[in-house]
């Protein structure tokens, strides 16, 4: 386990999300509406679409491809679709917003 | 450039002026140095969602509408915790009980109301409160811990709400009432009635026709006395029995009052610069006390402020409806008969259903719902329209039966194997669906889709899921009213109609006022919105791009394993050597997998990697086919009377003429047209949201084709002679379906439901057409290319790109 510097949050839009690739797998990085910072990696359980490109609603996102919804703290997927993706833990600096990933 | 910015003082830091203050930023962001004082110590909140929190429904920080970070990042000086005391209209500057001094240019007073108590002896006991803000909410939340009796004074609205409340926390409840029955000033007798039983048996006790007289107790109240000599026990005791408006400050400073601060159609006071709106305000006679008014003062002042033409407030007509679980109370309008009207009543003890519709001169004036108010929205917009509802108001009063499925279609059904697709879109099989309502126990469309997914996607299967939903849940259907999606109950006409008329200028608005289930909504509710708000104020509302689907983010097709796809504009499909050039040149320098012919006459580059979008663009520079969008995608063309011996006109040029027309038009769904120069119609034109097929001599002009998953041939709309009305026809009938159709609903279908004749006669008028395209070029006008604007701005291409 190694913890990551990998951005700052102005680096992401509000609702909007980044990615980047580590060990040959991608993670996308989301900025919730209230500033906080999710990880999970960047694969719907369901046809592997870029959960990355999705529309963030709440603390969920909406799969790009055939709307799977993924809760982003947990990975879990909504009912009625099941599965799970891996999530990442995420630390902020409040003072420099230096985004921080453990992976 | 850097004009000195006017002074604004808004005084009071609630729902109406901050609402102003928002929609005023988005009018004219530079215009104003912007200061708000609020005697409260917390930032705006949503004061409607008190009586939620109080019943465990919501969290205190779930109320929050700006937090402080918005006050922050919109530049507003925000003094919380400060009262202003006083105004010095001469000099034009306000000052606040903890020695800040504010100077203004204009002054906005939104200090709302104030709790009505009653002045009885023993009113300034301890435990002796009103249900008005957040520290009464605190209040009883700590007094429900070591005390039990409650007593509401006043069973309306609020009274009600506090009561339920309070029940939630455990206390036992009276409700005292100086009338025979409750919520009298929005209920008739028989509704009251069935209220009250509703709540009696939620735990609530009432004590009617009840006069206060004083508050027992020594430091704390102990009870209360009514002028019968009967007495009750309380160890709280909640005032619920109106609000006045706060007018003290305005009285003060000179400006004039009557019940409320009096202020004309823009919200002007008699002094020059300073303005009122809200719950402290008093407009022709009426203080409102309800958030629905206060939004439309607001959306007029803010325009006032910003220096928009705006036309004056009027007046607003009101609904009401009850937050209490379990209870579902809707009134709207005169509610109680007056001479000359007639009255329709629905009374169903047995389900507890009651219905009251009030109509006069065939106008429906006021209505009243009682246990059922799935109606009430819509019932509200007939009452604002005041439409004639003659010869159908048996219909608004038992509601529109669902259509009932034909027994042949029953039969199929039944006939059906179990391992047959009904959903294609999911795969789910009539088995899967038939367990979902068997042993699954759904009983609605609704709850099949959560089920099973079936019908969530495209949607085509609907009429088949109702059909086994009738075959194997029989009786026990229920008829679910369904909104646009899970998050609301309200439909489109509702909703656009909501949007208008409180002026709601973002998405997060409608989703708060409008009282959505999911917070930020989802995947279909945001994209509709977006859209309903941007076709409603094209000059003033800002696209939320975070709201749009994928493919209008990146203005480009994301494909199944993420890479993306490239058409650039070409105009009705014609290009030249040098353009082929440019794109094979930029084909092969970014490795694109394939370059294919789109069913539109386009290039389609296949299989582009998301960073390499905005290089490829700018190589490219062309425009941006939109091929991705609810937008105008392509015009195809035959090759017409340039080369066609067939040929009868140019439908090469009225090709391009329409699509650099309509070129980056936001639609309901994605727009195709296509022109023909002859009646042969090899741009098969009849297979189009909008095709023109020439003749001799003119050309026909069609609607509402559709090549897609349901085929729908044209109906023939008009023939006309010249360009000119090709144009301005195209142009109507695209802006009256922008503003008709429901988001995701292609022409095709809208065409269908509406029927054609009724467009037909939309656009019969010459006047209306031009007034259509006035509209349309309003909007066309404030487009700009987004391919050139992600390349030019860094801030939009980091997006691309990943992070580290």
Redesign the interface.
Known sequence: MTKKL??KVT??????S????VNDMEIA?FRL?D?EVLAVENKCPH?G??LS??????TKV?C????W?IDLHSGVAM???KGCINTFEVEVDPNSGSIYVTI | MTAARKKLVLVGNGMAGVRMIEHLLKLNPEGYEITIFGSEPYPNYNRIMLSSVLAGGAKMNEIIINDL?WYHSQGIKLHMGHTVISIDSERRKVYSDKGIVAPYDELILATGSNPFMLSIPGADKEGVIAFRDIKDCQMMQKTAESFKKAIVIGAGLLGLEAARGLLHLGMEVTVVHIHDYIMERQLDEAASIMLRRELEAQGMRFLLHKQSEAILGKKRVKGLLFTDGSTADADLIVMAVGIKPNVELAKKSGVQINRGIIVNDYMETNIPGIFALGECAEHRGIAYGLVAPLYEQGAVLAKRLAGVKVEGYTGSVTSTKLKVSGVDVFSAGQFAEPAGSRSLRYQDEIEGVYKKLVIQDDVLIGAVLFGDTGDGAGLFSIIKNKESVKGREKELLLGISADVLSSTQGNRLEAMPDDEIICGC?GVSKGTIAEAIGSGGCNSVGQIK????AS??CGGCKPLVEGLLQLYAGDSVTVVKEGICGCTTLNRDEIVSEIKRMKLMTVKEVMNVLEWG??????KC??SLNYYLGMLWPEDYVDEK?????NE??HAN?Q?D?TYSVVPRIYGGVTSPSELKKIAEVAEKFDVPMVKFTGGQRLDLLGVKKEDLPKMWEELDMPSGHAYGKTLRTVKTCVGSTFCRFGTQDSISMGITLEKQFERLNTPGKVKLAVSGCPRNCAEATIKDFGVVAIDGGWELHIGGNGGVHVRATDLLCVVKTEDEVVEWASAFLQYYREEAGWNERTAHWVERVGVDSIKKALESREERLALKGRIETVLSRTTDPWKQIINESELR??FE???
């Open positions: 990998v951005g680096d992401i839009d509000t609702r909007g980044r990615t980047f690739i990085l509406s500033g046809k679409g870029a490109e999705g529309m963030v609603c709440g909406h790009p491809l055939h709307d919804k009912d009625p679709d | 970070e999911n959560a089920c099973t997914k969530a996607s999911q917070e930020e909504g989802c995947a945001r994209p975070e709201s749009r689907y994928t983010r990146y994301i199944k993420g980091k997006n990943t992070i580290t």
